[in-house]
């Protein structure tokens, strides 16, 4: 055997000479039922990636579409949520905060109060709540719909397992949906 060809297994097998290049790849889709699916990948292999994702769709009920066949559906939107019974604040009190900061939205439901920022604003209102010693359940840029899907038990057995089997996958990193849970 080369030596040429022993040295690069041993430096490939040691991580030097590493040239893997992550790159971010966004698709698009249908789940079953129509409901609009956006997968946001990271993979230094963009044939296997796209190969996966097109067979989980394909084994889920779903199709993979073009790039722009869901997207208009779709706005990025930073988000932040605040569980009501840990928030020392009250509502008035921090929904004068947070839009004070920047934030575009506070919704108050249930049992959180949910904060939606244009994505360049996003930080600033994070940062000035988290002065205020409060703690987040989510906080992040996400694709928020702009409509939502109702689906019955059986269409939203089949879009759970979509999704699941989506994050199952290695490369991908966060998928978003128009499914009203």
């Known amino acids: 055997m ?3 060809t022993i040295n690069n ?10 040239t893997a290049n992550y790159e971010e790849i966004t698709y698009e889709g249908y789940g079953p039922n129509g409901v609009a699916v ?4 990271s993979t230094d292999n963009r044939n296997r990636t796209a190969a996966d994702v097109r067979h989980v769709f394909d084994k889920s009920g779903g199709n993979l579409g073009t790039t722009g066949c869901v997207s208009y559906m ?15 604040l009250s509502e008035d009190d921090l929904m004068m ?15 959180i109060y949910e904060i939606t920022t244009a994505p360049s604003d996003f930080s600033a209102v994070r940062e000035g709540l988290e ?5 987040f359940l989510e906080a992040s840029v996400q694709m928020v719909p702009s409509t939502t899907v109702t689906l019955d038990e059986h ?15 290695d490369d991908v990193m966060n998928v978003y949906h128009n499914w009203e849970e």
């Open 9 to 18: 297994a041993i430096k490939k097998a040691s991580g030097e000479g590493n």
């Open 38 to 41: 956006i997968v946001e990948a």
């Open 74 to 88: 779709f706005s990025q939107k930073g988000v932040i949520v605040i569980e009501k019974e840990n928030c020392p």
């Open 97 to 111: 905060k947070a839009l004070e900061l920047g934030a575009e939205d506070f919704v108050a439901e249930d049992d």
């Open 155 to 169: 269409g939203a057995e089949k879009m759970n397992r979509l999704i699941d089997k989506l994050n199952d996958l």
């Open 131 to 135: 002065s205020l010693n409060l703690e």
């Open 2 to 4: 080369p030596n040429d």
